[in-house]
């Protein structure tokens, strides 16, 4: 007797073990989510019926800490924020370049019932995804493939639809690029003289910069103090303002010890074609990440570095089964 309910106590609690934790994302429920994906194509969803955008550029991130990451770019002067299209007069304008760009950085979960993805943005290209709003999108999942639909998202009409497919996983994560891949929240950046070595602390909005184990990187590093527009459609003026001081882009990865080098093949800033070379240094939980020397107006030495904290690491960005 006693021997049988030892059996049965081991059997429970080998069980136990196998459930998923409290701590584990909804992710864990939908397989194959976990990832790194690019645009594949994107329809405009206005009145019913939906646009094809052509050559629409992206990335898309998601982790199993529930964290996600977005950047879209697609052509200037196809669509206009209420969803209509800018007429080629206003090629200049802020409203039609706002309108070229999308995405965003924050949090997620699943409804698997309703087969939805919610995301919860903490900082995004158009200021009124922001503070605090939450929104849907429909999830469909097949292969290597995954359709979302917006369903309630501002400034983005519902039925717009997004087809990504994913980046495989590089053969040979090497020990010093496994350190370097997950998502880096923005604490703080300083811009140090080096002949009076005096420094201008910034801190922005909430920021990111995520590193993923297919070879990407990308960015949304927000300016300070942006506001909200005032209705539904900005103004000129209020789109310029969201865009000024903006850096966000995503594009290919390269990793060396203490070195990365991000090749933007799409950003609002830097433009596509940009190499960036940056010097990248990991104690613990912390990533400092130095700009190469630059001169400030009276030739002094200029040298600015920014602060990041981990928010997830490789185990949480690798893909799931």
């Known amino acids: 007797m006693r021997r049988a309910t030892l059996c049965t106590l081991a059997f429970v609690l080998v069980w136990t073990m196998q459930l998923p934790s409290a701590q584990q994302p909804d992710s864990a429920i939908v397989p194959g989510l976990v990832s790194t994906w690019t645009l594949t194509s994107l329809e405009r969803g206005a009145g019913g019926q939906t646009t094809r955008i052509a050559n629409p ?37 802020p409203l039609e370049r706002l309108a070229s760009y999308g995405g965003f950085w924050g949090e997620y979960s699943v409804d698997a019932t309703q087969k939805r993805l919610i995301l919860r943005p903490a900082g995004a290209v158009h200021p009124q995804m922001m503070g605090g709003r939450t929104f849907s999108r429909t999830l469909e999942i097949q292969g290597d493939r995954l359709t979302l639909t917006s369903i309630d998202e501002p400034q983005t009409p519902a039925g717009t639809r997004w087809v990504w497919d994913r980046v495989p996983t590089l053969e040979s994560l090497s020990p010093v690029y496994r350190r370097v891949v997950g998502f880096w929240e923005h604490v703080v950046e300083k811009r140090v003289n080096g002949g009076r070595g005096t420094g201008v602390e910034t801190r922005r909005q909430p920021s990111v910069i995520v590193y993923t184990p297919g070879g ?61 070379r940056r010097f990248a240094d990991i104690s613990g939980d912390e990533l400092t990440v130095r700009l190469p020397p630059g001169r400030a107006q009276d030739g002094q030495e200029t040298n600015t570095i920014v602060t990041l904290k981990r928010l997830s690491g490789v185990d949480e960005m690798l893909p799931r089964p």
């Open 57 to 93: 550029r992206g990335l898309l991130v998601l982790d199993g800490a529930g964290h996600a990451f977005e950047f879209v770019s697609s052509p200037a002067g196809q669509r206009a924020p209420d969803g209509g299209p800018v007429p080629q007069t206003q090629a200049a304008d």
């Open 216 to 276: 990407f990187v990308g960015v949304h590093f927000l300016p300070a103090n942006r506001k909200p527009f005032a209705g539904s459609t900005p103004t000129p003026e209020e789109a310029r303002a969201a865009l000024q001081g903006y850096i966000g882009y995503y594009g290919a990865l390269t990793v060396y010890s203490g070195l990365v080098f991000h090749n933007i093949l799409g950003g609002i800033s830097p433009t596509p074609g940009t190499i960036l």
